[in-house]
């Protein structure tokens, strides 16, 4: 008998491991309904630029061996890679100031990555001591049908055409960016920074600039001061921090709130920022700064701001800001991607 329960000691005791570590786990990781869900494709969160050049010269095949046999060795850190950090540190404030709370960042690597390739990745994840703990890795088929499923807030991909079919699907999104030096990111601290029209806004007062000129947006915008801009892909985000940063707030912690938001607009203050910023009132949202540059190029401030990630939907925008450090994200939403400095893309005619 006592031989016999010498035998099962072993087996009660991994139940009993496997028990408490289910508690403990479960009991620290936020559910999907009160977590803000960001959602990372691989090859934003790694560097994976060498590994997509094996795979397009070479094939999936070749790929996914080279992946297999180098699985020990950890990528290098993406564009997203900072901004991952970053809302881990948001996470570890918001668990002092409430152990139980289940409002918190939820990271979810999401990828067309072969399920082979995983164990590289979750070596990488380790390596870094990420938190991240839900996969969805789909054998080359597109992730952005799972999206909604996974409750996603904020989707962040390489791809454009997936970002696209993203923001199509109704799911804030955007495609990132390396920049082009390296920068000194806060670590205390999460910053983002948004651009405005087509990005927190509709794209309505930028078709104006676009098809009418200055003036006729001008006169516009005093015109309808009062009426709030329709919403952008990107206003639910905004949304969403601002929910996780009352919590700091209620705790007392504003000055020193882990969360700091920035809107970087083009617009000019006197002549139609007015309707901007009313608009966020009337959503019941404040943004900690509002920059107006009037037209002025927005890369040497955000340069001062050290944001871990910039949005907006005009790619001269996003260069001038990358080639100065920042960190930045294409949402490709719009009447600007038919424009590039102003000036309308002229595309081929096709031939029948």
Excluded at 17 to 40: H, N
Excluded at 188 to 208: H, N, W, Y
Aim: proline share 5%; charged share 25%.
């Amino acid at each position: 008998m006592k031989a016999a329960m010498e035998d099962r000691t072993p087996r009660i005791n991994a139940v009993l491991y496997f028990y408490l570590f289910y508690l403990f786990y479960f009991s620290t990781q936020p559910k999907s309904r009160f977590a803000v869900t960001i959602a990372v494709s691989s090859r934003t969160l790694f560097n994976m630029v060498e590994e997509r050049k094996i795979y397009e010269e070479d094939g999936v095949e070749t790929y996914v061996k080279h992946q297999v046999e180098h699985e020990s060795e950890p990528l290098k850190p993406g564009a997203a890679f900072p901004f991952v950090k970053a809302l881990m540190n948001v996470n570890s404030r918001l668990r002092e100031l409430y152990p139980d709370s289940e409002e918190l960042f939820d990271i979810v690597l999401m990828t067309n990555n072969h399920a082979e390739v995983g164990v590289r990745l979750i070596n990488s994840i380790n390596h870094y001591d990420l938190t991240i703990e839900r996969f969805c890795m789909t054998g080359g088929k597109s992730p952005v049908d799972y999206l909604k499923a996974y409750m996603t807030n904020l989707y962040l991909s390489k791809d454009a055409e997936k970002v696209t079919e993203a923001i199509e699907q109704g799911i804030a999104a955007a495609t990132m960016f390396m920049p082009d030096t390296q920068t000194v990111l806060s670590d205390t601290q999460l910053r983002v920074a948004f651009d405005g029209d087509a990005v927190l806004f509709s794209d309505e007062s930028e078709i104006i600039v676009k098809q009418h000129g200055l003036d006729t947006f001008f006169e516009h915008e005093k015109e309808f001061e009062n009426k709030p801009l329709a919403q952008g892909p990107l206003k639910c985000f905004l949304e969403a921090l601002g929910k996780l940063q009352k919590k700091f707030y209620a705790k007392n912690e504003r000055l020193n709130c882990p969360i700091r938001t920035y809107l970087v607009t083009a617009r000019s203050a006197a002549s139609s920022g007015a309707r901007v910023l009313k608009t966020l009132r009337s959503w019941g949202l404040v943004i900690d700064e509002a920059l107006f540059l009037a037209g002025a190029p927005k890369g040497p401030l955000l340069q001062k701001i050290h944001p871990h990630i910039y949005f907006d939907d005009q790619m001269f925008h996003i260069e001038g800001a990358k080639e100065l450090g920042t960190i930045s994200a294409h949402v490709p939403y719009g009447i600007g991607q038919k424009y590039h400095r102003g000036k309308l893309i002229e595309k081929p005619e096709t031939k029948e």
